[in-house]
């Protein structure tokens, strides 16, 4: 653990968002469950070590890691009660025992991936769909509305009990920025926003706005979309201005195609086709090392003013960055040297000065994805994230060109911000 505090320290980083791993602090993680002391003690040196060294620590409280246990016993994020019940004695505890010395929290990591790629593609945990005895017309519509609750539950914890601490929550929402497939068409025009606030708007109206999931979701789900009680709904316009900030996770760019057929029942696009390229065949960007991320940096400043014009509060883009091509069969001489990296990122933090400083938009925080290269998720060890390369056989880190540059060029940006 020291090993990596250090690195981040020497490449001059002021914040590090992390994650708490919910059975390492309850690990069967129910509420009546014992808490295990050992895993309090392991987040408290490592908090305390990056505090030591001046860095900030951003805590997220779920990050794709439910105890199976939750699911044995109740379904997890199906049983709304329960799991909001559970899910808010955690936090609790997290508040109780790190809250003195944490002062930015985040509740849910892109809750959108947890109820569509958990429950509706299953290829992501815990795997369920139509095909593997789920129901994708059903289940990520109420795992998604069992989210909003539970966020609202463990806002209202750190708002009620713990408001001495005198720190900030709100959630991470990931999303694309979508442009229409053929500029000219009101239909795509129309298809991209839509596909915008399936995406964006399922969770954002009612976490930040305090109101009901945006009126094209209601008209195209019905009754597979969860209501609001009157009771929940009073809940979520008491707690819509306790959201400090809006944390953004954002990669790519896609265009959007209104598809002329009526949409399936197991649709969760809002009926519209995601493409790389436009109806004149112009890509949106190049291909990185993942087939959907391409770079598309005025994509990205479009969606900070989005998000801004609709949520009024304050951005911090929370996870940014790409894997070069081919980088996973790279030599280290060859991965170290990333200079489609370095290019990513300077055409997105460029994205960011021109959409603060042309557009009015308040960044408030950038952070990269990822310090190292790490599992990411169902593609593996394949794609590399990381700003230091990390050999999977001996665990050697090596720092890559790019956290120099990220080091180097946040020091000018400074300078320059004034």
Known sequence: MLEDVNLMCSYGVDVYRFSIAWTRIIPLGGRDDPINEAGIAFYNRLIDAILARNIEPVVTLYHWDAPQSLSDRYGAFLNTAEFVSDFAHFARLCFARFGDRVKKWITFNEPYIIAIFGHHSGVLAPGRSTATGGDSRTEPWRVGHSLILAHAAAVEV????????????????????????????????????????????????????????????????????????????????????????????????????????????????????????????RAIGPVSGMSWLRVAPEGFRKLLNWVWNRYQLPIIVTENGCPCPGESQMSLEETVNDEFRMTYFGLYLDAISRAIYEDGVPVEGYYAWSLMDNFEWSAGYGPRYGITHVDYMTLVRTPKRSALYLKETFRERRKHSG
Request: proline content about 8%; some cysteine; overall charge negative.
């Open 158 to 281: 750190y708002s009620e009990e713990f408001q001495s601490q005198d720190g900030s929550i709100s959630i991470v929402l990931n999303g694309h920025y979508y442009e229409p497939w053929d500029a000219s068409s009101q239909s795509d025009q129309e298809a991209a926003q839509r596909r915008l606030e399936f995406y964006i708007g399922w969770f954002g109206d009612p976490i930040f706005l305090g109101r009901d999931y945006p009126p094209a979701m209601r008209k195209q789900l019905g009754d597979r979309l969860p209501s609001f009680t009157p009771m929940e709904l009073d809940q979520l316009k008491r707690l819509a201005t306790l959201n400090a900030f809006y944390g953004m996770n954002h990669y790519s760019t896609k265009f959007a195609r209104a598809l002329p057929d009526p949409p399936a029942d197991d649709d969760c696009t809002g009926n519209v086709e995601e493409l790389p390229t436009n109806s004149q065949g």
